[in-house]
Each structure stands twice: as structure tokens, then as C-alpha cells.
């Protein structure tokens, strides 16, 4: 099981707005050092206006918020930061992980996903493997992006490219995916280690 938790744009209502959007206002104007008086001297805007803002108790319109950035002397974007973030947590809890099934899988070869956050193009790819056939013939894989492994049980022959590595647990290696590479022989067995894929970002 993945949990997503994170937050939701779409989820605000129009007081957190006004609560948010008030919050920064006054950061802006305490930054300046200015009472509620002088800022809204300085913004052109009414004191009554400027304490409604800045307690949460008005949506101020485009042009009054055009009138308080240029006198905080900030974007005017600066006063909704908070409120255009998303950002997810991903979480897979211990023995839910999901299985992946990669072509010629055979019994003893887990491959389990730990889990990526949501988009339409994946850029982290965790997975906890474990080995314990060490009579097994492995596949040899490629792919773009860049490979980290840790061993955490076990060691194992690690082939890479013409090169082969004893990898025990502890050891780490990092190795460019288009680069064939995978586990040739296992020393000790079971063998698990975490892998982790690392994607170039579309731009």
C-alpha cells in the first residue's frame, strides 16, 4: 500500500486564503519595521483595509494587493507563497510493498517498489530485491538514468559492463544505467539490497 499525503492547491477555502494571504502581508510590513498606520500610509490603502488583511477577514482585490506588494517592496506572488505548494509524502508501511514482476522473474527473485511520488514521469525508482537461489542464471538489465545500489544481506558477484565487483553487505555502488549490468553470482545467499534508479527530469 502507497500513501500519498501531501497538499491539495485545490483544497483551500477562501478564509485560508485570507488567513494566508494576511499572514504574509503583515511578515512584509513587520520586515519594514512599520506600524499598521505607516503601511498603509505608504500603500495608499485605509487603515480599516490594512487590519482586515492582515487579520484574515477580507479577500483584498488585485489592485489593493498590487498597492501593498509595491509598498512591501516584494512580488506580489510573495503573498500567497504556502498556498501554490504541493508536495507529497510517500509512504509503503512494512509488508505492503507491491511486488514487481519483471520479464523472466523466477521463484526466489523478489523485486518489491518502495514507492515514487505522483507525476506523469517517474524520476526515483526505489526497490528492495531479494536473491536466494544462488544456482539462478540472472539477466543482465539496462535502462536509462543512473543506478545506486546497498547491499544490506549477503554478498554477491556483480557484473558491470566487462567488469565484475564482490559486493558484501555494507558495500554500495553506483553505476550508469544504459551500462549492462545485474548480479552474475551469489556468494551468500539470501541476498537483499536496496536499489535505487535515478532519472534525467523531462524538461
Request: glycine share 10%.
Amino acid at each position: 500500500m502507497i500513501v500519498h499525503d501531501g497538499g491539495d492547491a485545490h483544497a483551500f477555502s477562501s478564509d485560508d486564503v485570507c488567513r494566508v494571504v494576511g499572514e504574509r502581508v503583515r511578515d512584509a510590513r513587520r520586515a519594514l519595521g512599520l506600524t499598521m498606520a505607516q503601511f498603509a500610509e505608504v500603500a495608499e490603502i485605509s487603515l480599516g483595509m490594512v487590519s482586515k488583511i492582515e487579520h484574515g477577514q477580507t479577500s483584498p482585490s488585485l489592485s489593493t494587493l498590487t498597492r501593498l506588494a509595491h509598498a512591501a517592496e516584494v512580488p506580489i506572488t510573495a503573498f500567497f507563497r504556502g498556498l501554490d505548494e504541493e508536495h507529497d509524502v510517500v509512504i509503503v508501511r512494512a509488508g505492503e510493498r507491491m511486488e514487481i514482476l519483471h520479464e523472466g522473474t523466477r521463484p526466489g527473485h523478489v523485486y518489491e517498489d518502495l514507492g515514487s511520488l505522483r507525476g506523469p514521469h517517474r524520476i526515483i525508482e526505489p526497490m528492495m530485491v531479494l536473491l536466494e537461489s544462488s544456482d539462478d542464471v540472472f539477466p543482465l538489465f539496462q535502462h536509462e538514468g543512473v543506478e545506486f545500489l546497498h547491499m544490506l544481506e549477503g554478498s554477491m558477484d556483480y557484473g558491470y559492463g566487462p567488469n565484475t565487483y564482490r559486493l558484501g553487505a555494507g558495500d554500495t555502488i553506483q553505476i550508469h544505467g544504459e551500462v549492462a549490468h545485474g548480479p552474475t553470482t551469489l556468494i551468500e545467499v539470501p541476498v537483499r539490497f536496496m536499489s535505487v534508479k535515478v532519472y534525467t527530469a523531462p524538461e
